[in-house]
């Protein structure tokens, strides 16, 4: 009795094992770059066909992605947004460390092919560190506008690389949607 219950136990675990093995084959993990930089999802595989992860792709190149239930469709939008950074009349990228600077942001957005809710523009510290500089809603339906903030005081603490980004939301309920990024370099 005890020897029959041995060899059905193995008996099944092989089976189960060249299943897994046989599904490991049919469907292999794909590792997915974009511009130099490794996703943290991978790609399927499967088929000769393959399936990648569609929002962190999204976001690496700084689009829009929506969903429609009903229809079951998604769909990625990608528009041009062109940032300015002015301190007074004067554009500017690099900037002395320790320094206090004021200035404003100016983004150009065209090829806007989605209404959106709402815009915000945030720079960030080398360490990653947050400071929203505007956050408005809008009621933007056409495929171009431009966007300028108030003058912002700040202060570049330490040196490195500050990043001002431009987020949207298609509605309101939606997430924040980074769309471009400027880099400020303090020395």
């Known amino acids: 009795m005890k020897a029959r219950k041995v060899i059905i136990a193995l008996i099944l675990l092989s089976v189960w094992g060249g299943s897994m ?3 490991d084959s049919a469907v292999q993990k794909v590792r ?3 511009n130099g930089s490794e996703l943290d999802e991978s790609g399927l595989l ?11 792709i999204a976001g690496t190149l700084q689009a829009l ?3 429609d239930e009903n229809a079951k469709k998604v769909t990625v939008y990608k528009p041009n947004v062109h940032m300015f950074l002015f301190q007074d009349n004067v554009i500017f990228g690099n900037v002395n ?13 065209d090829n806007l092919l989605t209404d959106v809710a709402a815009v915000k523009v945030s720079i960030f510290d080398p360490f990653g560190g947050e400071k929203v500089i505007q956050q408005q809603t809008v009621n933007v339906s056409k495929d171009n ?9 700040y202060n570049f603490d330490s040196a490195g690389k500050y990043s001002v ?3 949207m939301k298609a509605t309101e ?9 400027k880099l400020i370099t303090a020395q």
């Open 32 to 34: 997915v770059i974009v």
């Open 21 to 23: 093995i046989f599904a």
């Open 97 to 109: 460390k320790g320094n206090r600077y004021t200035f404003k942001v100016f983004a150009q957005i």
């Open 173 to 181: 309920a939606d997430e924040w949607r980074q769309v471009s990024e």
């Open 46 to 56: 499967q088929d000769g066909k393959t399936y990648l992860p569609l929002r962190p």
């Open 145 to 153: 506008f431009w966007f300028r903030t108030e003058d912002i005081k």
């Open 65 to 67: 992605v929506t969903w």
């Open 165 to 167: 980004r431009f987020y």
